[in-house]
């Protein structure tokens, strides 16, 4: 992490970062989130036989008030802090210090003072975010940090930095009555070769639009769009190579994983299959007259 | 870093990969996390730096494969090849 240790803008004192996945559990409770990609959560108490193999066990345990900063959150853009090494990730945020080991599995481990309440559920969603990230890593697919847009011909993909138009699009979208699966952060899994198309899939983490309760089926995937504000609407083909360096600089914390970027790299080529594709430079307008450009 | 010129030796720096894609490359900078697409020139550069041959051998292979008059290839090299090693993306074989 250059010349800072991981934890140091959260820690009291990250040279105390848990080496292990080991410490006091907040209990007994036990969460399972099963989506298509395997149950991959589970709260607190002993690890158990458990029938899916494929799952991911995450254990929660319970650290100390005084193992954190006080940290003054006013005007301050939060960032999870992510050190990631050939064996394991650790990170750590406000009130969360968490790993990631492959032992040889993925499986997890948070360790944070509160056990419950909204707190906790933020502290749990920061860390979910970035298990999830890892966990589609594994299964050939990506987390983007995307507005993903459905309609019956599937979903769309809307790709950009922050500041470039992806709350304005799912604006736009809900407008025009469609349905904004997130806009925040999806999931792209591969298909089935040429008969089945990369498919997109709801996340539980959205932003401003989108609803993190409600089910939603998987769409194929029906397009990728680099967003650009502009005075104008018009559609720009994207190469595969800049295709797929957009879904890399869209893929959060995986991206900054130096030991893990390229098998990114390998899924993101992977989703998106040689020979024309279906990915463009989206430069639009505030005033939503783009739409109709996208089924040309 | 001593000037460039035709007998300079290069490779890509220790941070830096690349992929071949199609006509393109994407090259990922891992400490500056930063993500670039490069042309079929460029990304014939990056695999021609392979830390044996020199960027005058860099040129004489280009000439063989674009069509493209030697003066504006020697020139337009010399100087992205400058670009790419100011930007730390191309170091020294010798680590000089």
Redesign the interface.
Known sequence: MGTTRCGEAFLANPDLFPARRAGEPWGDAVIDLVRRFGAYCREGGPPAARADTAGVESLVFRAAEADFRTIDVRGWEYALDLDAAPEAVRLAGLRLVARLDWRPGLCGALWTPDGGGAEFAGIFENFCRVLVAYRLLERGGAVLHCAAISDRGGARLFLGRSGAGKSTVSRLALARGLTVLSDDLNALFPGGGEARPPFVEKLPFTGDYGDSRSPSPAAPLAGLYRLAKSEADSLQPL????A??CL??CSPFV??D?HR??RL?ANL?ALLP?GPVAAWELRFSLGGGFWPILNR | MTPLDAGSVLRPSR?V?Y?R??????V?R?RA?E???MNEVAARILELADGRRTVGGWIDALAAEFDVDRATLERDVLAFTAELAAEGMLEPADGV
């Open positions: 190469s595969r190579a800049a797929a360096a890399l600089a991206n900054a130096a970027r390229e790299l080529l040689a | 941070d990969r992929r894609i199609e006509d393109e490359a994407v990922i891992q996390a993500v670039l697409v």
